[in-house]
């Protein structure tokens, strides 16, 4: 194990990466993110804002076959993503760059799916994380619209996009992706019956004609309240998290 990092079970432990002790660290919502892109075998799919590569590697371990790719900004993740590949026998294409300026390795080249998990505060009315790997993850250098953009052009006619993103900043994706992508659909997050929805996850494809469509919530923990420090998930939840079930939006 690296300095100051930390190994990590995601999956009921059929994956275990390694991830900085301090700094971003992934959670939840990238095995939710996961679940939620609709690839089969076979499909090319990118990543935008890698990380250590939870979600793309989540993912690999759900769906076999897959061509993963990963775009991440930050060198010492990045080396980590290709380490936590090679640690679980997966395979991603880890490729550096800035979601902003993608790098020549991307120009040219199509996949049928990308998924995303850009970072969740506006630094315009936010303060900024002590930890620099972390504001970086957490911190919006890049405009979510050059997130959405640069996802847009990689993908293939009719692929699909797949974005999990605070609640708050849900009109911004929405406008992101006005022009580039349709067939919207929004899944809340809440984390517990009568609870405000803190997280969304976004679907979209390129070319889509659909009307926009809001889901009914997806509700994580049982009961209206946190009484004991037992894992709490819905049967549902529990199944993706823990099982590797997919989350399956119906994407039109």
Not at 20 to 38: H, S
Not at 39 to 54: F, I, N, Y
Not at 144 to 156: C, E, F, H, K, P
Not at 178 to 205: F, H, M, N, Q
Request: net charge positive; charged share 20%; glycine share 12%.
């Amino acid at each position: 194990m690296q300095p100051h990092t930390t190994r990590d079970g995601f999956l009921g432990a059929r994956l275990v990466l390694t991830q900085p002790a301090t700094g971003y660290r992934a959670g939840i919502d990238a095995v939710l993110l996961a679940a939620a892109v609709p690839a089969r075998p076979g499909e090319a799919v990118l990543e935008v804002g890698l990380g250590t590569g939870a979600a793309s590697l989540c993912l690999g371990a759900r769906v076999p076959g897959l061509a993963l790719t990963g775009l991440e900004l930050q060198p010492a993740y990045a080396a980590l993503a290709r380490q936590n590949a090679a640690a679980n026998g997966l395979s991603i294409e880890v490729i550096e760059g800035d979601v902003a300026a993608p790098p020549a390795a991307l120009a040219g080249r199509a996949f049928d799916h990308v998924l995303m998990n850009p970072p969740y505060f506006d630094r315009a009315g936010g303060t900024a994380a002590a930890d620099p790997g972390r504001e970086a993850a957490l911190g919006e250098a890049a405009p979510l619209g050059s997130w959405v953009a640069t996802a847009a052009r990689r993908l293939r006619p009719g692929g699909t996009l797949t974005a999990i993103q605070r609640a708050a900043r849900l009109p911004d994706l929405v406008a992101a992706c006005a022009g580039r992508l349709g067939s919207l659909l929004v899944l809340p997050v809440a984390p517990r019956d009568g609870r405000e929805a803190k997280l969304v996850i976004l679907a979209a494809r390129k070319g889509g004609r659909a009307a926009f469509r809001l889901l009914s919530p997806l509700v994580l923990h049982a009961g209206d309240r946190h009484e004991a420090d037992a894992d709490s998930y819905r049967p549902e939840v529990r199944a993706i998290l823990r099982d590797g079930a997919a989350l399956p939006l119906g994407l039109r």
